[in-house]
């Protein structure tokens, strides 16, 4: 059979592969078109219940405002409404207050205990370079020693002359290679000890880890003292309580009495914005709130950050609760049960 022929035979075999090949990657090319189509159509749908929800959502949102400009709109229920709404401010700016003075501590811990850390790595630092010094001084003594205990017996070998001398020769060469061998060791031992002393030297301390557990501690036992302090300062009229009480209900639900009773609290409420808006007298008698909790309060466990809540205290509700505080639970307060001024927001975890 000629090359001819062969190639002839050959031709067709390979025209079939290569068309084999195209119509393998027309297959892949097609599943992957029909993936990505699966894809889109789901992204599709998602986006269109997406948008459902939103439609709905602003449908809900315009209800409400017609709602509430229907109610803003009566006399009556307006004077309501402000109160409604200045207890809420009050109560945002007293959360955020404490989200600022939980952070103005964290700062003040964090530093105080990255500057221990140092101090410590510092002072373990020295201790140990220390501790080196001693030893490369008793290992440099022991070796000028060897040295010249070595240099009289090397002496004293030279002068050993004559045959007769012969056995006491080989006695002293011995010596001499026992004490240059201790005399090798000891500065080794100098040389070793220098070059730990020259790393004991030039070691980084190591990186901080963050506050301690005891150090959140002390964070949140002031934290939840100045809660609690907040709650103390605006005791007067029940606004604590009547702030509390806003942030779970609607301004539809809620009525302070008649409109005096309204006058009343929203000047109870200028005041104790004014009270809380000042730092030196905001923060006075902290410390006491904060040793008296910090004596009383246990935890679950010592990697617990936060108090259990029995461990707190439960201070009285006000002695004359206003118009409004009847839903309330007047049995006490617990700055932790209750959450006031959403303080779980500024403990440390």
Same mark, same amino acid.
């Given at each position: 059979?000629?090359?001819?022929?062969?190639?002839g035979q050959l031709l067709p075999s390979t025209r079939q592969a290569a068309e084999e090949e195209r119509l393998l990657r027309l297959y892949w090319n097609r599943a992957e078109l029909k993936k990505e189509l699966?894809? $889109?159509? &789901? +992204?599709?749908?998602? $986006?269109? &219940? +997406?948008?459902?929800?939103?439609?709905?959502?602003a449908l809900r949102a315009d209800e409400r405002l017609a709602e509430l400009e229907a109610h803003l709109g009566d006399p009556d229920a307006a004077t309501h409404a402000l109160?409604?709404?200045?207890?809420?401010?009050?109560?945002?700016s007293c959360g955020e207050r404490l989200l600022r003075f939980s952070q103005q501590l964290q700062n003040q811990q964090q530093d105080r205990e990255r500057r221990r850390h140092l101090i410590e790595f510092d002072q373990t630092r020295r201790r140990q370079v220390a501790d080196l010094d001693r030893r490369i001084l008793e290992a440099r003594t022991t070796a000028d020693k060897l040295e010249t205990q070595l240099r009289k017996l090397e002496a004293r070998l030279v002068s050993l002359r004559g045959f007769w001398n012969y056995f006491r020769r080989g006695r002293l060469a011995e010596e001499i290679e026992s004490i240059r061998s201790q005399w090798d060791e000891a500065a080794t031992r100098?040389?070793?000890?220098?070059?730990?002393?020259a790393d004991a030297e030039e070691k980084q301390p190591p990186t901080f880890e963050g506050i301690s557990i005891d150090g959140k501690r002390?964070?949140?036992?002031?934290?939840i003292a100045y809660a609690q302090q907040l709650v103390g300062l605006l005791s007067t009229g029940g606004l604590a309580m009547l702030a509390k009480e806003a942030t779970s209900k609607t301004v539809f639900d809620l009525r302070y009495g008649n409109r005096e009773d309204c006058v009343r609290l929203m000047a109870l409420l200028r005041e104790a914005k004014q009270l809380v808006g000042r730092d030196s007298d905001d923060l006075s008698g902290l410390k006491g709130y904060t040793d008296a909790l910090r004596a009383r309060a246990t935890y679950r466990s010592d990697a617990d950050t936060t108090p259990l809540t029995d461990s707190i205290g439960t201070m009285s509700p006000p002695e004359s609760p206003v118009s409004g505080l009847e839903s309330i639970n007047r049995s006490g307060i617990n700055v932790l049960v209750d959450d006031y001024w959403d303080v779980y927001e500024a403990l440390l975890k």
């Amino acid at each position: 059979m000629g090359i001819s022929d062969r190639l002839g035979q050959l031709l067709p075999s390979t025209r079939q592969a290569a068309e084999e090949e195209r119509l393998l990657r027309l297959y892949w090319n097609r599943a992957e078109l029909k993936k990505e189509l699966s894809r $889109l159509q &789901e +992204e599709r749908h998602e $986006l269109i &219940e +997406e948008l459902k929800k939103q439609e709905a959502a602003a449908l809900r949102a315009d209800e409400r405002l017609a709602e509430l400009e229907a109610h803003l709109g009566d006399p009556d229920a307006a004077t309501h409404a402000l109160v409604y709404f200045q207890l809420r401010a009050l109560w945002r700016s007293c959360g955020e207050r404490l989200l600022r003075f939980s952070q103005q501590l964290q700062n003040q811990q964090q530093d105080r205990e990255r500057r221990r850390h140092l101090i410590e790595f510092d002072q373990t630092r020295r201790r140990q370079v220390a501790d080196l010094d001693r030893r490369i001084l008793e290992a440099r003594t022991t070796a000028d020693k060897l040295e010249t205990q070595l240099r009289k017996l090397e002496a004293r070998l030279v002068s050993l002359r004559g045959f007769w001398n012969y056995f006491r020769r080989g006695r002293l060469a011995e010596e001499i290679e026992s004490i240059r061998s201790q005399w090798d060791e000891a500065a080794t031992r100098v040389t070793d000890l220098s070059d730990d002393r020259a790393d004991a030297e030039e070691k980084q301390p190591p990186t901080f880890e963050g506050i301690s557990i005891d150090g959140k501690r002390i964070v949140n036992t002031a934290v939840i003292a100045y809660a609690q302090q907040l709650v103390g300062l605006l005791s007067t009229g029940g606004l604590a309580m009547l702030a509390k009480e806003a942030t779970s209900k609607t301004v539809f639900d809620l009525r302070y009495g008649n409109r005096e009773d309204c006058v009343r609290l929203m000047a109870l409420l200028r005041e104790a914005k004014q009270l809380v808006g000042r730092d030196s007298d905001d923060l006075s008698g902290l410390k006491g709130y904060t040793d008296a909790l910090r004596a009383r309060a246990t935890y679950r466990s010592d990697a617990d950050t936060t108090p259990l809540t029995d461990s707190i205290g439960t201070m009285s509700p006000p002695e004359s609760p206003v118009s409004g505080l009847e839903s309330i639970n007047r049995s006490g307060i617990n700055v932790l049960v209750d959450d006031y001024w959403d303080v779980y927001e500024a403990l440390l975890k």
